[in-house]
């Protein structure tokens, strides 16, 4: 498992902290990704999505190697997480819970993760140490109106502290977040683009053939994770010159 490391400065004071950003495990196993997460040891731990895939029962087995993750990943820094389109797919339900318009959460996935200790941001924010706020933009892509929450957005970004945003899918960062005062904008979602040709990502859904946002650091506030699996959907495709990360991002006021 790669680290990637990223160094970023704000002029906001105060801010000296180290994040581990792991996004995308679709369940695989995670001894590796803990293994580079005690080796940076991070103040926090942030999570975009699509660490699970959706909550039916055909998936139960498999899903416990997210919930593996989470109960391992607390015991090195605290865990913010927010859910990517993964988790929020599959057969609805009046007794799951209804996630900021979602009616696809068993209730005993939200007491699991409670249980450990994560911070789940679902369109909703939270502190972190009195100086920076952390949210979560859910994925629009299985709700009716197909779109993320901007009053959400709008909320968050009139907040003072140093504010991150967990946004899944990169392809939200120009139509919805670009001009939006939000500190530090962390996605996953595209896999690295899944192949890479001359340092560019082949596919990603949501922005088609050699998509724009795959990987690395966009205008020094914006990053994108390549992930820590394979694509899942509809057949496993392989990565080819696009090793699974986890990310190092260094924070410093100036």
Not at 87 to 92: A, I, N, Q
Not at 161 to 170: A, G, M, R, S, V
Not at 203 to 212: E, H, I, V
Request: aromatic share 12%; net charge negative.
């Amino acid at each position: 498992m790669k680290i990637t490391k990223y160094s970023l400065q704000t002029q906001k004071p105060n801010i000296d902290l180290t994040l581990a950003v792991v996004a995308d495990l679709h369940t695989k196993k995670v001894a590796p990704v803990i293994d580079a997460l005690e080796k940076i040891k991070p103040d926090l731990i942030l999570s975009p999505g699509d660490m699970f895939e959706c909550f039916e029962e055909r998936n139960n087995a498999i899903n416990e190697n997210g919930f593996d993750f989470f109960e391992q990943a607390v015991k090195i820094a605290p865990v913010y997480y927010c859910f990517g389109n993964h988790e929020t797919e599959g057969e609805t339900s009046d007794e799951y819970h209804d996630v900021s318009g979602y009616k696809s959460i068993p209730p005993y996935v939200l007491e699991r993760l409670a249980s450990f200790g994560v911070h789940t941001v679902f369109d909703t924010h939270e502190p972190f140490d009195g100086k920076i706020s952390i949210g979560g933009l859910l994925s629009g892509s299985n709700k009716e109106s197909g779109e993320p929450s901007m009053e959400f957005v709008d909320k968050f970004s009139s907040l003072a502290e140093y504010k991150i945003l967990l946004c899944h899918h990169p392809e939200y960062y120009e139509k919805y977040l670009a001009e939006k005062d939000v500190d530090l904008i962390i996605s996953g979602h595209a896999h690295g683009g899944q192949w890479r040709i001359f340092g560019r990502g082949v596919f990603a859904p949501g922005q088609g053939l050699f998509p724009k946002y795959t990987s690395g650091l966009h205008d020094g506030r914006f990053i994108i994770s390549r992930g820590c699996s394979n694509s899942t959907r509809p057949i496993p495709v392989p990565r080819f010159f696009n090793p699974k990360e986890v990310l190092e991002v260094h924070i410093k006021s100036e």
